[in-house]
C-alpha cells in the first residue's frame, strides 16, 4: 500500500526568502513517481514538480527543488525566493506504476508575508 | 480549449436528490479518473476508467456511479444524496494507464444542504 505524510499542516515565509515544505512517503512498489502539487484558492491542481524514483538527480523547475532521499523515502519540496503567488495548499503525493493510483498527503498550506 | 473540462463547476442541491457531474477530455487520453477533496482538503482517488472500462474501484458507496459512454467523457452520478457527500469532485486524465502525468479538471464543489 501507499502512504503519504506531510506532517507540517501550515507554514508561513517571508517574501524572497526560502522554504522548505516535508513529505515522507511509503511504497511497495520498485517503480514509482513523486509529484508536488499546488492548489491556490482558485482550487485548480497545478502540477509543480515531479521526480522518477529511479532517477538519483534531484527534480527542478525554476525555483522549485527537491530533496529526493531514496533510502529515507524522504521528498521534500524547495521553494526559492518566495513570491506572493506562491501562497497555496501544497500537496504531496506519489504514483505507483503498478497501481496508477496517485496517492495524497494531506497538504501544507503556505503562507507568503510581503 | 480546457483540456479537462467539468460541468457545473457549483452544486447545490438538498439531501435525498441525484445528480450528476460531466467531464470531458480534449487530449486524447485513454485513461480517466474522479478523485474527492473533503472538507479537510484531504484527496482520494473514487474511480478510473480506461477506454470506458473501470479499472480502479475504491471503497465507495453504490449510490455513486461513474459512467464512461466514450474515452473522451467519465461522468459521476450520484443517487440519494447526502450531508456527507459534499465536497470537491475532480475529474482528471492521463495518456494511459501507468502513465504519470495526470491532468485535472477545475473541480465541482458539491454542496448537499
Known amino acids: 500500500a501507499q502512504t503519504v505524510t506531510q506532517s507540517q499542516p501550515e507554514m508561513s515565509v517571508q517574501e524572497a526568502e526560502t522554504v522548505t515544505l516535508s513529505c515522507t512517503y511509503d511504497?511497495?512498489?520498485?517503480?514509482?513517481?513523486l509529484f508536488w502539487y499546488k492548489q491556490p484558492p482558485s482550487r485548480q491542481m497545478i502540477l509543480v514538480i515531479r521526480q522518477e524514483a529511479y532517477k538519483q538527480q534531484n527534480a527542478t523547475e525554476n525555483r522549485f527543488s527537491v530533496n529526493f532521499q531514496k533510502a529515507a523515502k524522504s521528498f521534500s519540496l524547495k521553494i526559492s525566493d518566495s513570491q506572493l503567488g506562491d501562497a497555496a495548499m501544497y500537496f504531496c503525493?506519489?504514483?505507483?506504476?503498478?497501481?496508477?493510483?496517485?496517492?495524497f498527503g494531506t497538504g501544507t498550506l503556505l503562507a507568503v508575508q510581503p | 480549449d480546457t483540456a479537462v473540462s467539468q460541468t457545473p463547476k457549483y452544486l447545490v442541491t438538498q439531501m435525498g436528490n441525484d445528480k450528476s457531474i460531466k467531464c470531458e477530455q480534449n487530449?486524447?487520453?485513454?485513461?480517466m479518473y474522479w478523485y474527492k477533496q473533503d472538507s479537510k482538503k484531504f484527496l482520494k482517488i473514487m474511480f478510473s476508467?480506461?477506454?470506458?472500462?473501470?479499472?480502479i474501484n475504491e471503497t465507495v458507496p453504490n449510490r455513486f456511479s461513474p459512467k464512461s459512454p466514450d474515452k473522451a467523457h467519465l461522468n459521476l452520478h450520484i443517487n440519494s444524496l447526502e450531508l456527507g457527500d459534499s465536497a470537491v469532485y475532480f475529474c482528471?486524465?492521463?495518456?494511459?494507464?501507468?502513465?504519470?502525468?495526470?491532468?485535472f479538471g477545475s473541480g465541482t464543489q458539491l454542496s448537499v444542504l
Open positions: 511504497t511497495s512498489e520498485s517503480d514509482y513517481y
Open positions: 487530449l486524447g487520453h485513454d485513461t
Open positions: 476508467y480506461n477506454n470506458k472500462e473501470l479499472i
Open positions: 503525493a506519489s504514483l505507483g506504476g503498478a497501481t496508477n493510483k496517485l496517492i
Open positions: 482528471a486524465s492521463s495518456l494511459r494507464v501507468s502513465n504519470e502525468k495526470l491532468f
